[in-house]
């Protein structure tokens, strides 16, 4: 169905930004389920700056301006959630709890008290590039290669920090030091490494990735802020991540699964299928269609959990000073 | 080995002086008290001490992790810092510790290199220099260790090589080893020594840490004992004898051998019969076992960790199920029968993690006592015994912290709260129960100070006397040697002898446990 | 003497939830005066004062403001309680909302269907159908923890979302009522829960107050309670110890299910009379910080409860009289449970001890998505 792949990739987009988000948190031991909340805010903000700014600046530099606060935001609500989870070593599950609840309380709160009264828009929406023609009509490759094209700069640039990622995990000092800290926190700090440090600057970082996709959602999407608009998100990114098996490869191939089987519904709104499948598919109200994400993150869930494993370290808060191993205590 | 010691290097200046170490945790232990410890290079020096002396604390304080009160390090005569391992390291401080510090998902060389990673340009590592590293530095050991391997893949005595070559690719001059013989073989044992040998010669000074006389003797060129958080004494082996340092350990007069009496055994009470039970990763961990267990015998279970061991009697009492074969308890098929199940049938069973699978550490004494039983009349009442009897609950808990001398100072002070030792006794109580008829013991004395030890295997035989039919897995092959009447080897999932106690001497124990064959 | 230790105790176990709620509102008096320098009126250093004295006011001010803060407290206390359950048994329901939705739903359709027998049999009976439909919802996440360990956090918001949809679509598709312009169900006539005061105090919240009574003696005097505590602290030992994790798990999310649908019962019988889709459930949200500030101590829930009761009965007074938007509630609420978990800062600013033992924090939550122990059950022989 050629025109219907960049759909698929811009619905997965946000879901793998935040899926990657996942990856660079949980390998290095902290688990985090506040990237949901952590999107809305950055949605929110990069909006509100884009909303503030495009009279005086211009509608492109706001969008750039915009994205780059989304960016910002989710990292500094990353350094609360890293904050709570790695020096406080507050319950992980909690702290990610804290994070959604207050994204949905300060974003609704200011929705409410600065954008909803003054009745303008934002700053519009960040325009999608268009393969050339000579390529979209190519046969086989032609539909791929739109699905990847046709697509704003946040979407394109999904597939360079899926590579850029997968490469860094598994071939760099950073990537080495990284897994060595989620699966063996003590080994790694017996090597000498500062493993306190380095979990909070990859919750910091991972974090600015769900900020993208909060730009994204606000930015380059929809061009609108709406109360509560990430619409779990963020937990299916979770389930996204655990399908791929904490990899940034499998995590985007997660997104993609969810991102099809949330097109379907579009697909057949959009373009129904003709044929007696076609009939089928249109006679299937509407509502099970926006369910099946949903329901198919908690299939896979069951599906795959059982059988895949996260790093070991992952949700278990680090404590320098122990007292000694067990056969030192009276 | 010992002849190494006269042809050795020349005594230096200490290269590692410690003075005045004192440090007491929060919760009030007092773990090392003004310890003054030094070492030369060249030399192996055993830190000699029971559990809990606060040997293990001594050397985090050098390695860095844990702080110290106060006191002074110096390396080389001058006085260093020590905050965390990164400083330790680059002392030319290097530590093997009791629990392998390797991250099993990396490999050899990834863990070799680990914090100390080569790299080339934007940080990407360079893989095969590492490797080629790796390997120059395993044959100059005499190690055969091939660098891509995940270290979870190696045996327990390969994974130690993995950790001493860490710390000597890290140019460790002083090298630390925290009870290197808890998990290996008596062969594998020898070869460490070997390796420790040689890497004195070459002008290392090594720390030796353990509670085994006769290695210490073995090995050492001096020995510092430390009890209670104090050194009590420093010798040199050929000055001392084995009865004159477990004076000094244990700080009284000890009788090494447990009076172990004369067994009865009667009918068969547990029956294995072509069981295999399948590992974590599908491999088969126990391989067509066949097992008796009579009333009124200790049957030991002998084996390096790792052998089957833990699968088998997480099968016998339920935990695990079992691929194929059958167990039965008194004649009756409990083969697919669930842990209560087999509990009703007389099974009691003390796990070898008291505090992850033994204890809820934040419930009370009493609560823990009644961990088992808490469904049990009189305990419960009722309507499909729904109702807890908190009276009847709170004597019965009384009674054993009574009987079991567990010091407490009410039933209802937190479980976690209590010494190792009183935590174990808690477990003891619980599952020595009246009814008991098959008792399975997984390491009942693991981390124990030596009273807690003697009490604990008291009551072990008195069990026995008393017409138990028991299994007793236990990592210290003198634990087994002391109190099995007989001693079967596990190696690779299979049970390869079964011998008297009379003919299980520790040599011939020992090569079964290492090669499964007895010449 | 013993009442002074009492006290004591008391303070040891309320003093942090206590004072974190006060260090929330002040928190949240901040947020209020820097966001009224983006409104037409300018930075306003009163503002805080105003809208908490009319969120009081709103709360409690007369006689039908204290009847709304119970109305309200009613569906806090059957949701925290819900939470609490779940804590104890090392579960985290995120689920409430899902629960809630589809307690109301069934509630709805039962008492619409016996819109017309006597009284007591369509309350009862639609109170059945919505603890019921709760308790499903319920037991899926936790019969997919036990048997496939899948982490409930994620499937019980999964669920919430799922729910709120197929829902819509029940009450569009399949039981939409004749006659009105809108999807929704038909009155509930005689299910309506009668009013036992004033103008709206029904008997819901009587419903609520005796649950709590019942969870806690299902705790403390109960083998299950047993069971789901000794699960919670530590499944390895309770398993080892011929519990069963597998069942409690399920059951305890079943019961929390009960709890989270009877939630929603009430609220539809006493609140709402019909559902239609877009009904809201802030009650999800609210019955986590419930829990955690009661200490998941169902006496605590009660506490709670009044607490978050009166703000939500108050906040609409608020808005309309000083514009501060209702979502400040869900500021406050965060503050207080970011409080909580970091109990430090509490501690450290008042110098308060932590109490030992007793009533204890719910235990570590965090098992990663799955835990070993759940791996070795599925080898369990059965």
């Not at chain 1, 949905?104 to 934002?122: A, D």
């Not at chain 2, 003004?34 to 001490?49: K, M, N, Q, T, W």
């Not at chain 3, 009847?67 to 048994?89: E, H, I, M, Y």
Request: glycine share 10%; aromatic share 6%.
């Amino acid at each position: 169905m050629p025109g219907l792949l960049p759909i698929v990739l811009a619905l997965a987009t946000p879901l793998a930004l935040g899926a990657l988000c996942g990856v660079v948190n949980e390998r290095s031991g902290v688990v985090n389920i506040g990237i949901e909340g952590i999107m809305l805010l950055a949605a929110f903000f990069g909006y509100l700056a884009g909303f503030a700014l495009h009279d005086a600046i211009g509608s492109a530099a706001a969008l750039a301006a915009g994205v780059a606060v989304a960016v910002i935001t989710g990292m500094l609500a990353g350094a609360v959630h890293a904050w709570l989870a790695i020096s406080v070593r507050a319950d992980q599950i909690i702290a990610g709890t804290m994070v959604n609840i207050a994204a949905f309380g300060i974003t609704g709160y200011l929705n409410r008290l600065v954008i909803s009264p003054s009745g303008r828009g934002g700053a519009g929406v960040i325009p999608p590039f268009h393969a050339p023609e000579q390529v979209a009509s190519l046969p086989f490759v032609g539909p791929i290669a739109s699905m990847f094209l046709d697509q704003g700069p946040i979407a394109m640039s999904v597939l360079v920090i899926v590579a850029l990622l997968q490469f860094a995990l598994f071939r760099t000092r950073w990537g080495l030091r990284t897994r060595a800290v989620g699966e063996h926190p003590r080994a790694a700090d017996t090597a000498g490494i500062d493993v306190l440090r380095l979990r909070f600057l990859n919750v910091v970082a991972g974090c600015g990735l769900a900020g993208l996709a909060g730009a994204f959602l606000t930015l380059e999407s929809t061009g609108s802020f709406q109360n509560g608009m990430t619409g779990g998100r963020g937990f299916i990114a979770l389930a996204a991540m655990i399908f791929g098996r904490w990899t940034p490869i499998g995590a985007f191939g997660g997104a993609l699964l969810f991102g099809a089987a949330t097109a379907l519904g579009v697909i057949v709104n959009v373009r129904p299928p003709l044929g007696e499948l076609g009939d089928l598919m249109r006679s299937v109200p509407s509502f099970w269609y926006a369910a099946l994400p949903y329901l198919a993150t908690i299939v896979i869930l069951a599906g795959v959990v059982g059988r895949a494993t996260p790093p070991a370290a992952d949700g278990i808060a680090y404590v320098k000073e122990r007292r000694a191993p067990a056969s030192s205590r009276p | 080995m010992k002849s190494a010691n006269d042809a050795g290097p020349p005594r230096a200046a200490p290269v590692l002086s410690m003075r005045g170490v004192t440090k007491r945790y929060a919760t009030g232990t007092l773990a090392n008290e003004a310890v003054d410890f030094e070492v030369r290079a060249g030399e192996i020096h055993a830190l000699l001490g029971e559990n809990g002396a606060g040997k293990s604390t001594l050397m985090h304080i050098l390695y860095g992790l844990v702080a110290p009160d106060s006191g002074e390090i110096a390396i080389d005569g001058h006085p260093v810092t020590i905050a965390d391992p990164a400083d330790a390291i680059a002392r030319g401080v290097g530590m093997v510790h009791q629990h392998f510090m390797l991250v099993p998902v990396l490999t050899v060389a990834e863990n070799v290199v680990l914090g100390r990673e080569l790299v080339g340009p934007a940080q990407v590592l360079d893989r095969a220099e590492a490797a080629r590293r790796v390997r120059a530095l395993s044959e100059r050991l005499g190690f055969a260790l091939a660098p891509e391997v995940r270290t979870e893949q190696l045996s327990v005595g390969q994974q130690q090589r993995v950790e001493i070559l860490k710390s000597v690719y890290r140019g460790a001059r002083i090298l630390v080893l925290d009870e290197p013989t808890a998990v290996l073989t008596p062969q594998e044992t020898r070869e460490i020594f070997t390796v420790l040998r040689r890497l004195a010669d070459e002008g290392a000074a090594i720390v030796f840490i353990s509670h085994k006389l006769e290695e210490v003797l073995e090995l050492a060129d001096r020995i510092t004992v430390i009890r209670r958080g104090k050194v009590v004494g420093e010798r040199e082996p050929r000055e001392t004898t084995a009865d004159e340092l477990a004076e000094l350990m244990v700080g009284r007069e000890v009788s090494l051998r447990v009076d172990r009496g004369r067994s009865r055994p009667a009918e068969v009470r547990l029956a294995v019969r072509g069981l295999r039970v399948a590992g974590d990763r599908g491999h088969e961990a126990v391989r067509s076992v066949d097992l008796d267990v009579r009333a009124g015998e200790i049957i030991g279970i002998a084996g390096v960790a790792g052998n089957g061991q833990e699968h088998l009697v997480e099968c016998v009492v339920g935990l695990r199920a079992a691929a194929s074969g059958t167990i039965h308890i008194d004649g009756r098929d409990v083969t697919k029968g669930s842990i209560r199940q087999r509990r009703d049938r007389g099974l009691a069973y003390v796990p070898a993690d008291r505090q992850r699978a033994g204890l809820v550490l934040a419930f009370s004494v009493r609560d823990n006592l009644a961990l088992t039983t808490y469904e049990d009349a009189p305990l419960a009442h009722g309507v499909g015994r729904l109702l807890r009897d908190r009276p009847v609950i709170d004597a019965s808990a009384r009674r054993l912290i009574e009987r079991f001398d567990v010091r407490t100072s009410s039933p209802s002070v937190e479980t976690g709260t209590l010494s190792g030792g009183n935590q174990q006794k808690v477990v003891v109580a619980r599952e020595f129960r009246a009814d008991l008829r098959l008792l399975v013991l997984d390491q009942p004395t693991r981390g124990l100070d030596v009273g807690s030890i003697e009490f604990i295997h008291r009551q072990v035989l008195a069990q026995r006397d008393a017409g138990t039919a028991i299994l007793l897995v236990s990592a210290e092959l003198d634990e087994i040697l002391q109190l099995a009447d007989r001693v079967a080897v596990m190696y690779r999932g299979s049970i390869v002898a079964t011998l008297a106690a009379a003919e299980a001497s520790r040599d011939r124990v020992g090569r079964l446990m290492a090669t499964g064959a007895a010449a | 003497m013993i009442f002074a230790r009492r006290l004591l105790g008391a303070w040891r176990v309320g003093a942090v939830p206590a004072l974190s709620i006060v260090l929330a509102l002040a928190l949240a008096a901040v947020v209020i005066v820097l966001s009224s320098a983006f409104t037409t009126s300018g930075l306003d250093v009163l503002l805080p004062v105003r809208a908490y004295s009319s969120l009081l006011a709103g709360a409690f001010a007369s006689e039908t403001a204290i009847a709304n803060t119970l109305v309200a407290a009613a569906p806090l206390v059957l949701g925290g309680l819900s939470v609490a359950l779940a804590f104890k048994a090392g579960l985290f329901n995120i689920g409430v909302a899902g629960q809630f939705l589809a307690g109301a739903f069934a509630a709805a359709v039962t008492g619409a269907s016996l819109a017309a027998s006597p009284a007591p049999v369509a309350v009862a009976a639609s109170l059945a159908a919505g603890g019921l439909a709760g308790g499903a919802v319920g037991f899926i996440p936790g019969y997919l923890k036990a048997r496939t360990g899948a982490h409930e956090v994620v499937t019980t918001i999964m669920l919430n979302n799922a729910a709120a949809l197929l829902l819509t679509w029940a009450v569009t598709d399949l039981v939409r009522a004749p006659g009105f312009t809108f999807p929704r169900t038909g009155d509930i006539g005689n299910a309506l829960l009668p009013v036992i005061a004033g103008r709206n105090l029904h008997l819901g919240v009587v419903v609520a107050l005796l649950a709590v009574p019942a969870i806690a003696f299902l705790l403390d005097r109960t083998t299950i309670g047993f069971e789901i505590r000794s699960v919670g602290a530590n499944p390895v030992a309770a398993r080892y110890a011929g519990m069963r994790p597998v069942l409690v798990t399920a059951l305890t999310m079943t019961l929390s299910g009960v709890l989270g649908g009877l939630a929603g019962a009430i609220q539809m019988l006493g609140v709402i009379g019909f559902y239609a889709p877009g009904i809201t459930a802030s009650v999800g949200f609210d019955s986590i910080a419930v829990a955690l500030v009661g200490r998941s101590d169902p006496v605590g829930v009660i506490f709670a409860a009044l607490l978050f009761g009166a703000f939500r009965a108050g906040a609409p007074l608020m808005q309309i009289e000083t514009s501060v938007p209702v979502e400040v509630i869900d500021i406050i609420q965060a503050l207080v449970i970011l409080l909580l978990a970091a109990d430090v800062i509490v501690r450290r600013l008042f110098r308060i001890r932590r109490a030992r033992g007793g009533l204890g924090e719910p235990a570590t939550v965090t098992r990663s998505w799955s835990s070993p122990e759940v791996a070795t059950v599925a080898a369990e022989p059965r």
